[in-house]
């Protein structure tokens, strides 16, 4: 590219020139995949037959782009990854789509760019198509990603949010509200301080992990927007059951709590970017736990409640018992918390 | 680390933990549960803080049955009059007017129309976290009339107030303030007036009492014989707080207590009082619910009348229409409990407010909705 173009420009969309060296220097430069590198409209690899796949998209609007933890490309990839897995498949492929905005700086799209690269490889996954468009400065917020990942999903395993039964236990992968506090540390208007980072990674290890230990698991979510409250309640409804919550046990980060305490919010209901709830039988609990803590992301994995019947059957909920023995319904969170984290 | 030594600069070192221990807290529930035994006895928070808390912190399923825990008055949102909203919205109609708030007015239904309406239909509405933000907003944009929405009890005027000295001494001459604030004694005075609640004793509000100290308190329990405690807001603060009002209901003798020392000392805070007195002087004040009361509300002095939004723009403000089958005015008073009103997660939810208890994060049918409490 010439050095004197340091920002998109209109004609990096036009699908001539210009856009062929921004895919040549900026994307393929970052993404290895021989399948993109084919230079073919669609990717085409390898997916051992099981006769059934996941697919699964998401779009990402975050900003700011950059935060204490991680990235808006970081962010893409764990995103989708962690959609994927949580139905059990083994996550193989990633798709990729750029809306970028005219006078974006190109030093910040080769950032997100490696920052994509080195997450997928975190997965071990591949990113083996992708596409870009281009629109007028005032039309997007710099850059927007949206990504979809396909994997294929192994015999016999059949995981689902409506699967809860009583008697299972729920667990979480680690600390809650992470990354909904990291973003808002950022945020204009807001002038506090913490060491808080996102903890936005790739779970897919971690859940192929727990349901070798758990073979008979019942589901597994990520809880971001709403965090663990929307979860829980999607579970609660999607199963027809209670689910208590023993608030003591639940992780949670004494900057993140200080920083909730300060502003209003119950860490039950901030965003999470990398953290999985599993719902599991009782007596495939602690093999589940161990599986999580002995991943490099569940180092403070917990039990944190159980599935209960329906105290009021049609009106499922999600109860928290307080350190206290008190008790305290969790609902999820109503309107818009916090814009445009994720 | 712990507590709030985490945030901020570093040099703030609380540790809230002993305040959260869940055997302290388990003694102090056995303890009200002793005293209090099967004894009638309604005690009213009056701070939108403690309701929230009390909620979140489930007490009410852990209280005797006899003890009923009422929210009063103290969500300055909720208490806001429609006619004020009113005329915020007649104001953010005006060209050339930006309109500064804390996020919780937004959404307040008025009588025809809302602040989050009226920006859906264009006007220039910001949220801000402070008044300091809607200076800085003014002095970057001069050629805006930036006008902040000022609401709240005895706790946010000194900082409202200091904003308006800020920007007099700055020149910012582009900011006003609607002044919509209000003291708390008159409310409870107007409570324990009303034949329709019978308040055994006042968990008293820890923010506005670190301003004003005890003395505007005392009157409950010299005149009334009613006992008040001032809480704070953590688990073993707010049961403290139940257990001395309790105490002095069994003795028979009523008092004005601190219990929040660690907050509040009892002379309050004079430097943060005098700023206030400075910019504004009290004035009669429309509060939702409870109607007219003598000096609860707090205008702005003539010598700051530049600052002041009612002086500074002539507005046609609409009928005022109460919502219809809204009982906010009863929740507000402790005549009723949110769940007794008709509209009461039916048509009234947070989703589709119809009345501004539902709305703010610190109104009282957004906490039993919020903890189905």
Known sequence: MHMSETTVQMSHGSGGQMMKRLIDEVFLDAFGAPELHAGNDAGVAELPATGRIALSTDTFVVTPQFFPGGDIGRLAVSGTVNDVATSGARVRYLSCGFVLEEGYPLADLKRICASMASTAQEAGVAI??????????????????????????????????????????????????????????????????????????????????????APHARCFRDPTRGGLASTLNEFAQASGVDIELDEAAVPVDAQVRAACDMLGYDPLQVANEGKMVAVVPADEASASLAAMRASRYGGQAAIVGSVVEARRAGSPCVRVRTAWGAERVLNMVVGEQLPRIC | MSG?????????????????????????????????????????????????????????????????????????????????IDRAIALSRIPGVTITTFGDMVRVPGSASSLAREKAAGRDIRVVYSPRDAIELASREPQREVVFLGVGFETTTPAIAASILEACARGVDNFSVLSMHKTTPPALRAIVNDPETAIDGFILPGHVSTITGLAPFRFLAEEYG???????????????????????????????????????????????????????????????????????????????????????????????????????GDVLRGAIAPSSCPLFDTACTPEHPVGPCMVSSEGSCAAYHTYRI
């Open chain 1, 128 to 213: 083996i198509t992708g596409d870009t468009k281009v629109v007028g400065r005032g039309k997007a917020d710099g850059i927007f990603i949206n990504t979809a990942g396909v994997g294929e999903v192994p015999e016999g395993v059949t995981l689902s949010g409506s699967s809860c039964q009583p008697g299972d236990v729920i667990l979480v992968s680690g600390t809650m509200g992470d990354h909904g506090i990291a973003i808002l540390s950022t945020r204009e208007g807001l002038s506090f301080t913490t060491d808080i980072a996102s903890d936005a990674a790739p779970l897919n290890q971690l859940v192929a992990a727990v349901l070798e230990a």
């Open chain 2, 4 to 84: 709030l030594s985490a945030v901020g600069t570093g040099t703030a070192r609380f540790d809230l933990g002993a305040f959260r221990d869940p055997e302290l807290v388990r003694s102090l529930i056995a303890r009200i549960q002793r005293t209090a035994g099967e004894r009638e006895i309604n005690l009213m928070e009056v701070c939108g803080t403690h309701t929230m808390s009390i909620g979140r912190y489930g007490f009410r399923s852990v209280m005797p049955t006899g003890l009923r825990l009422l929210s009063g008055p103290g969500c300055p949102v909720c208490v806001t009059a429609n006619g004020d």
């Open chain 2, 226 to 328: 009613i006992p008040g405690v001032v809480t704070g807001f953590e688990p073993v603060d707010i049961l403290e707080g139940i257990a001395l009002l309790i105490d002095m209901i069994e003795r028979g003798a009523p008092a004005i207590e601190n219990a929040y020392r660690r907050g509040a000392c009892d002379e309050g805070n004079q430097t943060a009082r005098q700023i206030a007195e400075r910019v504004f002087e009290p004035c009669d004040a429309t509060w939702r619910g409870l109607g007219v009361l003598p000096a609860s509300g707090m205008r702005i002095r003539a010598r700051y009348s530049r600052f002041d939004a009612c002086e500074r723009f002539a507005v046609e403000i609409e009928p005022t229409q109460e919502p219809r089958g809204c009982r906010c």
